[in-house]
């Protein structure tokens, strides 16, 4: 049965069993979790540790930690009752340092407002620090083994192929987690996230997807349209605007002239050179207003244009070049207070954007 977003109440039953399947034999053994099947109920403590530390670090990254973590504060109450320079100093190297900050918060409402114990319902657990739908999800399936739509990158890496969604992420995702909540059932609540992961690491990789092995072949639309790597698809990056500028390179054999940019705005207080508004539109030669340096029959010489790219806009900027004697450079910078000289030697304290100017292309 190949997959439809549009058919509503299909019956994903047997493609469900078959990845449950799957599971039964290729299940990953992690420290935090049952394998398939558990009759025995996981402690809500170890799932919400190990959720709180896998966000943004990797299983073999974060595995060390929990073993840490679960030995040193074997439970909720007495991760509580841990010191916070503790668990900060055992928490370094795994990063993000705020998970462990509310990780610490987290502990202590469960304490006291739960009594040590965490809630078995998602509204409740959202209400605590740090957690947010992923996490309260994966609680409630891998903890108490309830039916809840568990969500993560992978898990809609392998709806978007199943269903060949052609709206790019970020804007499918809504999509996605529907598409993600027809699959769950109350049967093996616990197992399916948790199977759904675990092809989505070894089967349905984001490169290279296994799909000749994979118990969802005949069931993927994007394995029959022939490009399953292609999935999900991704916006377009928006091209960035491009600024047009022009730099001064007023320069003597001993060094160049510099300012010191306003406080305020992009590469607020560092030195850069002396240069033109950036503007959408290319200065020409005849707009040009160059400082007033000449002395003698210095000339302006054009190096060229080159480009540098900002977080929000790309500048191609002209590089205008005038050579002074160390006199006519001592008398300039006298002139004008709003310059100072930086002599070559000191060429590296001017930020890229700048640097670049002195070896334009
Ligand atoms: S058939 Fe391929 S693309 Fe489709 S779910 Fe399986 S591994 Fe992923």
Request: hydrophobic share 45%; proline share 7%; net charge positive.
């Amino acid at each position: 049965m190949r997959l439809s977003i549009e058919l509503m109440g299909e019956d994903v039953s047997s493609a469900r069993q078959r990845v449950l399947d799957w599971y039964d034999c290729n299940a990953r053994v992690l420290p935090w979790r049952e394998g398939p099947g558990a009759a025995l109920k996981a402690d809500p403590y170890r799932v919400w540790m190990s959720e709180v530390m896998l966000q943004q670090t990797t299983v073999p990254h974060a595995t060390p930690y929990f073993e840490k973590f679960t030995t040193l504060w074997p439970s909720v109450s007495a991760l509580a009752a841990a010191p916070d320079e503790r668990v900060m100093a055992e928490w370094a190297g795994l990063g993000y340092y705020s998970r462990a900050r509310n990780l610490l918060k987290c502990a202590r409402a469960v304490v006291s407002e739960h009594g040590g114990v965490f809630p078995a319902d998602e509204g409740a657990l959202l209400k605590l620090p740090g957690f947010g739908p992923y996490t309260a999800a994966a609680v409630i399936a891998f903890a108490f083994g309830k039916a809840a739509n568990v969500v993560d990158g992978n898990i809609e890496r392998v709806m978007s192929r199943l269903y060949a969604v052609k709206t790019p992420v970020p804007q499918a995702r809504p999509l996605l987690r529907e598409l993600a909540a027809r699959w769950v059932r109350e049967d093996r609540a616990r197992d399916w996230p948790q199977a759904l992961m675990d092809l989505s690491a070894s089967v349905c990789r984001p490169k290279s997807p296994s799909c000749l092995i994979c118990p969802l072949r005949e069931d993927c639309a994007a394995f029959a349209e022939g490009q399953p790597e292609a999935y999900p698809l991704k916006a377009a990056k928006a091209p960035k605007p491009v600024r047009h500028g022009v730099a001064f390179l007023i320069m003597s054999e001993d060094g160049f002239v510099v300012e010191r940019r306003p406080d305020k705005g992009l590469l607020g207080g560092m030195l850069g050179l002396p240069h033109l508004e950036w503007r959408s539109e290319v200065w020409s030669e005849g707009e040009i207003v160059f400082p007033s340096v000449h002395h003698g029959n210095e000339a302006w010489e054009n190096l060229g244009t080159y480009a540098h790219v900002f977080t929000h806009f790309a500048l191609k900027q002209q590089v205008w070049r005038v050579v002074l004697s160390t006199k006519d450079m001592t008398a300039f910078l006298r002139q004008h207070n709003a310059y100072q000289g930086l002599s070559w030697g000191e060429a590296k304290s001017l930020p890229t954007a700048f640097a670049k100017a002195l070896r334009p292309k």
